[in-house]
Each structure stands twice: as structure tokens, then as C-alpha cells.
């Protein structure tokens, strides 16, 4: 089926894709402007569910890859982000059927919406993460192993890198993620593509529906003057951590990570209590009163506790009343080889996936 | 004409290469063994004049980039040196007439003769330097300003990069070179391929012959007991710039490149005076109690004085007994916009090109 994304489904598409992002992906902001400014000069975009995809049509999986902070200060404009794909096409002799997003979280939910506004491809109705995470290695297929190459790279100038064959998913990150620092820590990229069935087999479907709904209900909430947070956690399952207020923070930028420490000190029915959460670009664990509660890949989000609207690595601060919740992360990542990709023991915790759902992994 | 490279003309292009090398490019002598290896297992090089190139021949430019240090640690085959040929070809859909190295200094003079004895395609006699540069702006082929991309370049692992296009030269040699560090900095090369007509006339021609003769100079003075310093100076009209033991050195390695100061105290005529030696991978510049007497391009090379082998920057040490020779530059080099490239200034110094040979730049 394809169907029109309407354009009042791109704001709520910005604010459901940042509560995925998890705290990172950074914000969808300055891409959902790119957006509804295509929609304003009368382009559309179609959404096309996974399903129809034949076997052997090809898509192009597609990334705003780089510093989210970077993505802030250099806004992206939509021909840029279709380069990549260009290259690809070029590179391959053949044509794609479709684009998709490598990440649903932050403002990749709208990397294909770009690209599509400008090449007329459909936006398949997927990603290979299900929020946000930051590397190559970590997405739904690194997980089942299908080939990680080739990868097309291009910045704002005239510089295009083709990385043609990687040794591993590691490498393929490593070396990609290199070509982007040196061009200045932003560039487009269209991953490794993918034929229809590994979509259909191996994608994580009906993102951009699901960002669309969380962002509806957040929104719906906040009009009618309810709590968007509990409207949330009722909608998607969601679990409530920690409500309270943010009173200290360490932030560093290291290795190309944003990485750091937030402590909350609790409000309301968690008063007396301190809640720990650790990021490197997402928020990654969780501890209430030095006790962990909440691991990688379950999508911890720090929302504002008024408008219920998701708070960035890069953005939260001193003061600031938040809500700490946890969304369930999709099965696909839960099972014993998607742990060893996305687990805590991938970000470098000595401990193992710890739920707030009340079950463990498969 | 179309000549085989005589088994016995490898040992002697290995000293003559090294001596051209200006101190940098890294020791001859293991690609030596390999190409050595080759001529016992049968295999035969061709080396072919540039002048018998058809102008829409294609001819591929390798190099071996990366670390010196680094090459002398993880042994070159043949069959990894070709790697990057065959992409270009796959990438470019065309096949190469002949091959030639990016610079005919020191290691990567071999590196066309690995690759053609594994390809069976003829080496041009040609190179883009005439001698050793570290860095992809410091060709002939970008002083004449030709287009800079596409560029392969493989690992031994199975990590392949194509650097489809370039903003120009300097954006060709920072995003390679960061792969190239990436993949443990070593990695075979294939520049920008160059037609026949761009080889014939922004090449520099016959200097697989040159140092071939250069070699044989000083290998012929060796065996006859004679001075291989004083030979090499009549031979190629080079100016001895001072004779002396090193008696202190510092080095380091800095942003990929080894960078180091050299002090000779004086010997024989050159008793109490002392001489000062820059380097930047090769020799940039000398000192004549504190008077700049050499630059680069000109080829500032230290030979043992003893026997007239070249010493890089990377073995001279302390207590060697050493000659501090001047050889010319390419013409080529020696222009206005040549020394933009590769005079002084491009290395930072903020003096321009003195040379012992009594002419100023063209």
C-alpha cells in the first residue's frame, strides 16, 4: 500500500521520532523545517508499506551521519542528502525502488522523507533500528549478518567517498565514520542497500507509523491539556522511571561520542530519591538509588514532565522537571545476537540488559 | 620502446631510488626482495617510454602510502599492491595500458614493478615527483592542476575505498590519508589515472632510468674502491653541501608525519663549521652555521659517506659519518607554480627556494 504522508503528520512525525531517538539521533527539528518547506512548495511524499516490496527490488537505506551538535550549527539542504543516493545508482548501474531510514530516532525519521521530496522514490515504512543508536554495527542488519557494503559518502563540497568493501560491520563503521570527521563531522550517506525480502525479513516495519502515532498521542494530550507523559506510557506500554528534576550533569565529547552523567533528584511520588542516567549519544542505563533498572536497547527517553516533549543528550540541563520513561525495544533487538550488537555489553557495561518490563531477553 | 627491467638492475634502482627518495619514501629495499622474489619465480618486468603512450592510453599511478615506519613492520605482496589496480579498473570499466609510480623515491619505485609482475602490464618509465613528497598536492600532476579523483585504495584486510571526487588536492590527500591511518597506516594506492597524453606531458619522464643509473654510479665506485659520494656529484651534477659525523637529532611523529631536526659537526674540509638539517618525512631544508643553503625541491640527500647508501630520516643516528649532497629538482618543480607546491612555503617555512646550484627559480 502506498498512502501520502499528510502534512500535518510531519510535525508529530518530529516529535515521536525525537522520543525514539532515546536522548539521541539528534533533534528532527532543522529536518522537519526541510520538510514542510518541500510540502509548501507542493512536493509530497509517499509511504509505502514494507510488504509490497518485491524480492528483488532494491532500497536505499539512508543516513544524516555525523555529530548531532555538528547537524545543528550546518543546516542539511534535501539535494544534499539525495548525493548519496545518486552515487549509489550510478555505482551499482541500477535503480532503486525506494528509500528508507537506517534510524527512526531523531532527525534521520526524516533523512529518506528528504530524499524522496526530491527523487519522487517512495519512503518505505521502516528502519533498522527502531530508535537511535550511534553505529554502523548496531542496526537490525549488522544483527542478522547481511553483507555491510558498499557505502556511499558525500559532504556540503565536492567530496564523494564510495567505501567499496569493509572487512566487518566494525570496519565498515570505523572507516565511514572516519571519512565523516575529516570532512567535518556531518555528511549524507546511503548504507550498504538492501533488496526487498532482507527489508521484509530483517527490518524493523511500520517506524514512520509508529513515530507518526507517538507523536499524535503526545500532541493530542498536550491540546486538550492532559498528561502527555501518561498518555504516552498508556499508548506504546511504556513504563514511568523517575520523575524529578535535573541537578547535575557531566558532559564530554570523546571519540566522536557525546558521553556523560545526569543525576536527577526526585519530585512528587519519587521525592528522596536520586535517579543515575548514563549516555553516549542515547541514554544508555539507568540506576534508581545506585540500583540499575533500565539498560540499552530498551528506549529510555527523558521527556519535559509539562509538554511531554523529548529532551536530547546534547540539550538537557541544570533544572530542567523531567520524566524518565522507558519504551519497549523492538524483539528483534532483544534476542541473544541482537544483545551481543545493542546490549550493554556492546556500550561497554560489565553488566547484562536489565528490564523495567518485568521480563528478560529471549 | 618496450625494454625487461634486467634482474640485475633491481638492487642498483634500489639504491638509486633511495638516494632520490631525499631521505623519505620510505627504504627500497624490502620491496626489493619482493620484486627479487618475483624475477627467481620467473616472472619479468617491462619498462616502457613514456613517449610510446597513445594519448587516450590509460595508465594507472600507485603508491604504497602511508607510515614508513610502519611498512618496515608489516611485510607488501605483490598481490595486495595490484588490489587497487583492479578496482580502478572495476570502478572505472576500463583497462589500463601501463602503470607508474606516484614518486620514484625511495620504496614506492618498486611499487610498479610489483604490480606489473603480477598484472604482466609494462611499467612507464615516469614518475610525478622525480623524487619523494609526502603529500597527494605535491605532484606534478597537481601542479599542472589535472583532476585529483577517482582514487582506490585497499588494506590487507578486505577493506576497499574509492574516493569518487575530491574538492581538490588537498581534500584528495586529507581524506585518503585518514583512511589510510584508519587501516593502520599502510594501504596500497591507485591515484587518479592519467592518459597518455597527460603522462607525456605533466609526467617526469625517465626517472626509472635515472635511478637505475644513479644506482649503478655508486654501486660501480663501491666495487672499484673509489669515492660513491664524489661519483654520484660528477655523474648527476650534484653539490656536496658538507661532510660530518651527526651529533644530534631530535625526531618525532606528528600528525602522520615524521618530523625532526639533524646537527652534523664538521669532518675534513668541513672541520669546525656545523650543519643544520630539517625534515619533514624528507629533508626540506639545510644550515650552514645558520645560513640556509638548501630546499626543498631541491633533493637534499645524507649518504654514508663511506658507502654512498642513502640514510632516511628514519635510520640517521647518531655518530654516523655522513655526506649532505644536493641533487637538481625537476624543472618541473622549480616553477612559480611548482614551488607553490612543493618549494619552502608549502612546508611551512617563511623563506623561499635557495639552492646550491647557482640559479634561482624559472
Known sequence: MLREIERDELEPLATGAWILGAGGGGSPYLSYLNARNLYAEGRRVTLMDPRDLDDDDLVAVVSNMGAPLVGQERLSDPAFSAKPVRMMEDYLGRKFRAVMSVEIGGGNAFQPILVAAVTGLPVVDADAMGRAFPEAQMTSFAIADLPMFPLTLADIRDNEVIVARAASWKWMERISRKACTEVGSIAATCKAPRTGREVKDHGILDTTTKAIRIGGVVREARRRHEDPVAALLEAEGGVQLFRGKVHDLQRRATEGFLRGKARIEGLDQDRGALFELEFQNE????????????????????????????????????????????????????????????????????????????????
Open 283 to 362: 541514554f544508555a542505563a539507568g540506576w534508581r538509588d545506585g540500583e540499575v533498572v533500565a539498560t540499552t536497547p530498551d528506549i529510555i527517553c527523558v521527556m519535559d514532565s509539562v509538554s511531554g516533549e523529548a529532551i536530547g543528550t546534547e540539550s538537557i540541563r541544570y533544572g530542567q522537571r523531567v520524566s524518565v520513561v522507558a519504551l519497549p525495544a523492538p524483539e528483534l533487538l532483544l534476542t541473544p545476537k541482537g544483545l551481543e550488537h545493542v546490549g550493554p555489553r556492546a556500550f561497554g557495561y560489565d553488566f547484562d540488559y536489565r528490564t523495567a518490563f518485568g521480563k528478560v531477553a529471549a
